[in-house]
């Protein structure tokens, strides 16, 4: 069964600086990736997802993500982060066969200090 | 375009009690996924309906059940409620033939006393 790991419980950066979550998979064949961000109380948004091809996806609110086969990861990264980015952070991935529910990470609970 | 709605947004129950759970679609989709999210965790996957029948299924109890109508609305309900079953309750709307990519409603916060 597929399974997905962010080592980071809690990650805190400065306003501007640049940012990467991490994320690792375990997953037989080529996975369907997704990240996810969410605010206090509130749903999932999707940020980015991989499918196939190019393995550096670009997603909404200026976050970017790349695929690394050989390391098993899907790493989020985003060069300058506003305060607004404050949130929980979800790595998914999704079975290519069969039911194809998500199965999710832990998560990453990003703090912005000003 | 309309996004995935769920109702109600906040639920108190007590031990025992059952609880219906209801989410419309995004427009257009056909699938609809369900998700437990406990306080500080990942969402779990409960199950997922697709042309009203099951398509799969969590490690959830069977008191844990569902519906998809034809218009893809679905209600999830909880029977026996226990205290652990407090979470953040979420709907997800898919449509089969476009990667899978699924949409999350707002959720909806169940406290079980």
């Known amino acids: 069964a597929q399974s997905v790991t962010q080592p980071d419980i809690h990650i805190t950066v400065s306003e501007g600086a640049s940012l990467e979550l991490r994320c690792n998979y375990s997953?037989?064949?080529?996975?369907?990736l997704f990240w996810y961000v969410q605010s206090p109380g509130q749903g999932l948004q999707l940020l980015l997802k991989y499918f196939s091809g190019d393995t550096l996806v670009q997603g909404i609110k200026g976050f970017e993500a790349e695929f690394k086969r050989s390391q098993s990861s899907f790493n989020l990264r985003k060069p300058s982060v506003h305060w607004s980015d404050a949130a929980e952070y979800f790595c998914?991935?999704?079975?290519?066969?069969?039911?194809?529910?998500?199965?999710f990470g832990s998560g990453t609970r990003l703090q912005v200090q000003p | 375009e309309t996004g995935v709605t769920q109702s109600p947004t906040h639920l108190i129950k007590t031990r025992g009690q059952q609880v219906t759970l209801r989410c419309s679609s995004q427009?257009?989709?056909?699938?609809v996924s369900w998700y437990q999210q406990a306080l500080g965790q990942g969402p779990q996957f409960i199950f997922q309906?697709?042309?009203?029948?099951?398509?799969g299924r969590g490690n959830f109890p069977p008191r844990f059940s569902g519906l998809q109508f034809p218009n893809y609305s679905s209600e999830l309900n909880v029977n026996a409620l226990e205290l652990d079953d407090s979470a953040l309750y979420l709907c997800?709307?898919?449509?089969?033939?476009?990667?899978?990519?699924?949409?999350f409603g707002p959720g909806t916060r169940l406290t079980v006393l």
């Open positions: 998914a991935v999704v079975s290519d066969t069969g039911r194809r529910a998500l199965t």
């Open positions: 427009s257009g989709h056909n699938t």
């Open positions: 309906y697709y042309r009203e029948e099951e398509n």
């Open positions: 997800a709307s898919s449509l089969v033939g476009a990667a899978d990519t699924q949409y």
């Open positions: 997953y037989g064949a080529t996975p369907y």
